[in-house]
C-alpha cells in the first residue's frame, strides 16, 4: 500500500524534518505526529506493514490543511498534502475515515454540496433573472461557500462590473453550485467523480469560466482534466480577468476610501495556483495602496487553519491557528482584512469579529464609483 510514493517516503525517513517549522498543525498542537515527517513516517509504517492501515491511522491523514507549506519548506518538494489525500482516499475506501467524515459526506449527498442547502434558489435570491443567462460565453462560478457564507461577494462583483461596464459576464445557473473540492479532501474520491462529471457536461459548453475561488479554479483547470475531464473553456481567478481593467478602476477612483488595510494570502493561490501577488497588486495599482503584508506572505504565506478537511475532524484547533494568525492584525493595529478566497473570508471573519473583513473584489467595489470603459 502506497508504494507509488515510495521515492518521496524514503526522503522523509532520513531527512532532519526542515518543513516542520513551516506546518501550521504542528506548530498549533505541538504533536510529532502531527508534524509533515510525523505523519509520512505512519506511512511508512503502513507501507513496511510495521503498523496495521486502521481507525487511528486513518484519523492522523486527516491533521493536514493540504496548504503545502512543508512541499514549499522542503528541499526535495515532497508533496506530503498529496500522498495523505491518498491515504484518506484509502480511508473512505476501506470504512475506516473518522464519524465526522462520514456525517459530513452524507450531509454533502442531500444537496450537492457540504452545506446542504438549496444554492441554486439561494443564488438566484441575490441578482435578477437577467443575470442568468445560459447562453452566455463567459460564466461566473461562485463557489458554494461564497453563496452560502458570504454571498455579498457575488452582489459585489456584478455591482463591479456594472460599475466597468462588463456584460458580457453572466451567473452560472446549473443546480449544481460545488467543484466537489470538498469531497475529495475527504478522500471521497468516487463521489468527487460522480460529482465532477455532471459538472463537467453543464460546463464544457462555455468558453470563460471565471470563479472568485483559487480552490475551485485549481480544481476545475488541473483535478478535473486529472480524472479526464478537461475542460476546453479558459478557467480564471477573478483576479485575473479583472487585471486589464486597471485604467478604468484608476479612473473611477473615490476619495474617501479605507487605505489602512492588511492582505491574507491563501495557499490556493500561491502554492496552487503559484499566483501569490495578482489580487493584492491589483489593489495598489488600482488604488495607489498597497495593502500591509503578514510576516509570512507570498510563496510564504502562513494557511488561515481552514483548509482541506482539517476543521471537519478538529474544529476547535482549526480556529485557533485562525485566531493565532488574527493577533498580528491586532497588534499591526489595522482593522481592515482583505483576502480573495472565500473560505478564509468566512472563516477570518467568523473568528475575528472585531475586524472588518472584505473580499478583494468587495474591496475594489467600495473604492470605485461608475467608471468609463
Ligand atoms: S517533506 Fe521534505 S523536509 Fe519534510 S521530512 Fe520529508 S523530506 Fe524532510
Ligand atoms: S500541507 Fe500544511 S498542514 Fe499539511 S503537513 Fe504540510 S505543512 Fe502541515
Known amino acids: 500500500m502506497f508504494e507509488e510514493f515510495s521515492k518521496q517516503l524514503n526522503l522523509c525517513k532520513t531527512c532532519p524534518s526542515l518543513c516542520q517549522s513551516a506546518c501550521p498543525v504542528f506548530i498549533n498542537d505541538g504533536n510529532k505526529t502531527h508534524s509533515p515527517q510525523g505523519l509520512m513516517q505512519l506511512v511508512n509504517n503502513v507501507r513496511h506493514k510495521q503498523l496495521p492501515f486502521d481507525e487511528q491511522i486513518a484519523s492522523e491523514a486527516y491533521h493536514c490543511l493540504e496548504c503545502r507549506a512543508c512541499t514549499q519548506a522542503c528541499e526535495h518538494h515532497v508533496d506530503v498534502p498529496q500522498i495523505l489525500r491518498q491515504v484518506r482516499t484509502e480511508a473512505i475506501r476501506q470504512e475506516l475515515a473518522p464519524q465526522p467524515i462520514n456525517t459530513f459526506i452524507e450531509r ?22 437577467r443575470y442568468f443567462n445560459a447562453n452566455a460565453s463567459a460564466i461566473y462560478f461562485s463557489s458554494c461557500t461564497t453563496i452560502a457564507k458570504c454571498p455579498e461577494v457575488i452582489r459585489d462583483t456584478f455591482a463591479l462590473f456594472n460599475k466597468l461596464k462588463i456584460d458580457f459576464v453572466n451567473l452560472y445557473a446549473d443546480p449544481i453550485h460545488c467543484c466537489g473540492y470538498p469531497l475529495l479532501c475527504c478522500g471521497a474520491e468516487y463521489e468527487f467523480v460522480d460529482l465532477a462529471e455532471i459538472n463537467f457536461h453543464s460546463l464544457k459548453k462555455f468558453k470563460t469560466i471565471i470563479t472568485n475561488c483559487p480552490a475551485c479554479a485549481h480544481t476545475l483547470k488541473h483535478t478535473y482534466a486529472k480524472y479526464a475531464f478537461n475542460l476546453e473553456a479558459q478557467v480564471i481567478t477573478i483576479s485575473d480577468f479583472l487585471k486589464p481593467y486597471l485604467k478604468p478602476l484608476r479612473a473611477a477612483l473615490k476619495k474617501n476610501i479605507r487605505t489602512k488595510t492588511i492582505f491574507h494570502d491563501s495557499c490556493y493561490a500561491t502554492r496552487y495556483l503559484d499566483d501569490p501577488d495578482t489580487s493584492r497588486d491589483i489593489i495598489t495599482q488600482a488604488t495607489g ?78 473604492c470605485v464609483g461608475n467608471a468609463s470603459t
Open 108 to 129: 454533502f449527498h442531500k444537496h450537492n454540496n457540504p452545506f446542504a442547502r438549496d444554492l441554486a434558489g439561494k443564488l438566484r435570491s441575490l441578482l435578477p433573472a
Open 289 to 366: 495602496h498597497a495593502p500591509t503584508r503578514f510576516y509570512d506572505h507570498g510563496a510564504q504565506c502562513a494557511c488561515c487553519g481552514q483548509g482541506s478537511a482539517y476543521p471537519i475532524v478538529a474544529r476547535e484547533q482549526a480556529d485557533r491557528i485562525t485566531r493565532k494568525k488574527l493577533e498580528e492584525v491586532y497588534e499591526k493595529n489595522i482593522q481592515t482584512v482583505i483576502t480573495a478566497c472565500p473560505i478564509c473570508l468566512y472563516k477570518i471573519r467568523q473568528q475575528g469579529k472585531r475586524l472588518i473583513v472584505k473580499d478583494f473584489v468587495s474591496y475594489l467595489n467600495d
